[in-house]
């Protein structure tokens, strides 16, 4: 079946323009979660979403950054005015339900911010 | 604060090496400790996972030992191939808290065939 798909694949953007990133999860799948790659590093956590619960935003690392979700559905990660430190590689996961069940990522979106 | 370490940042091995990584936690309420295999331009996909009540469990090839009054866990990859040429996370979340988990700096591993 599908897994969890993520667009654009590459955004090129200037410094303090804002960009939107898209994550469709696995159908069906009621948990989603966003991390960031910086290169070489690990994953970050940003923000998880179950259900209609509200979101656990404590990763997210300014209020430049947000996102939202439509019930169990696509979300959408927003940067507004991005700059040079957010350039990273953003991450999609999905899962059936959290906590126990495996996260599925997305092939990511490669952000450079220039 | 880096609440997961992990080493070596790289492994170079030949094939049917025994490459070893190897994780060590500060957080005592970690208790789902998954290891994420990562190929170039894709995202990272689960491998093989423990939870502390074990101290070993194998899947395969791959293996995790795991240390709990150490807080420290490991990734043995057995025969390994040059098709696990790759980076390999090891992760650690609280479950209860919706497994939002925390990711170690990752190890490239190359296997020379």
């Known amino acids: 079946g599908a897994g969890v798909s993520q667009s654009p694949s590459n955004k090129v953007t200037e410094k303090g323009k804002d960009v939107e990133l898209r994550c469709d999860p696995i159908?069906?799948?009621?948990?989603l979660y966003w991390y960031r790659q910086r290169l070489g590093q690990g994953l970050e956590f940003l923000i998880y979403?179950?259900?209609?619960?509200?979101?656990?935003k404590s990763g997210l690392p300014s209020d430049r950054f947000s996102a939202e979700r439509t019930g169990e559905s696509v979300s959408t990660l927003t940067i507004q005015r991005t700059q040079q430190e957010d350039s990273a590689v953003y991450l999609c996961?999905?899962?059936?339900?959290?906590?126990?069940?495996?996260?599925?990522f997305g092939p990511g979106t490669r952000l450079t911010v220039t | 604060q880096q609440q997961v370490k992990q080493s070596p940042q790289s492994l170079i091995v030949q094939k049917g090496g025994i490459p070893i990584i190897n994780c060590a936690y500060e957080?005592?309420?970690?208790?789902?400790f998954p290891w994420y295999q990562q190929f170039p331009g894709k995202g990272p996909a689960l491998l093989i996972a423990?939870?502390?009540?074990?101290s070993e469990k194998k899947e395969g090839r791959f293996t995790i030992s795991f240390n709990k009054s150490a807080k420290q866990f490991s990734l043995h990859i057995m025969d390994s191939q040059p098709g696990d040429s790759a980076t390999y996370f090891c992760?650690?979340?609280?479950?209860?808290?919706?497994?939002?988990?925390?990711f170690g700096e990752g190890t490239q591993l190359t296997v020379n065939p």
């Open positions: 996961a999905s899962s059936l339900y959290a906590p126990y069940y495996e996260q599925y």
């Open positions: 159908s069906g799948h009621t948990a």
């Open positions: 979403f179950q259900g209609n619960s509200a979101p656990d």
């Open positions: 957080n005592t309420a970690f208790d789902y």
């Open positions: 423990i939870r502390p009540d074990v």
């Open positions: 992760a650690a979340s609280i479950e209860t808290s919706g497994s939002r988990l925390t």
